[in-house]
């Protein structure tokens, strides 16, 4: 089964990025959440080995019960698709330019 996250182009990866995993609803709780995923991301995206990026992966790959667990439990708190967002991760790993799509993350995740 071909992932289809992967026929994206980076700029496409951002739309994506913006229009599901930005919380435009004015709910605090949500938006922390979706916060604690756009913050995963732009750990996975580092360029550099660290444990921040290990740690990431991890949580967004995991086949241990309670880290899965625990990852769809803050998709569904962020409101966010957890399988789209595994998806969209193993993409960011994929991607030739993660640090455009990290400073893009970044931006959006202070930017709100």
């Not at 604690?36 to 444990?51: G, M, P, Y």
Request: proline share 1%; glycine share 2%.
């Amino acid at each position: 089964m071909q992932n289809i996250f992967l026929d994206y182009t980076d700029e496409e990866l951002e739309d994506i990025l913006e229009d599901q995993l930005v919380d435009k609803s004015k709910d605090p709780y949500s938006a922390l959440f979706n916060g604690v995923i756009v913050q995963a991301l732009i750990d996975v995206c580092n360029d550099k080995s660290s444990k921040e990026k290990e740690e990431a992966a991890a949580w967004f790959f995991s086949s241990v019960v309670s880290v899965i667990e625990n990852f769809e439990t803050v998709c569904d708190l962020a409101n966010v698709n957890s399988s789209r967002v595994r998806g969209f991760a193993f993409r960011i790993l994929e991607s030739k330019d993660k640090s455009k799509l990290r400073k893009h993350m970044s931006f959006l995740l202070h930017d709100h």
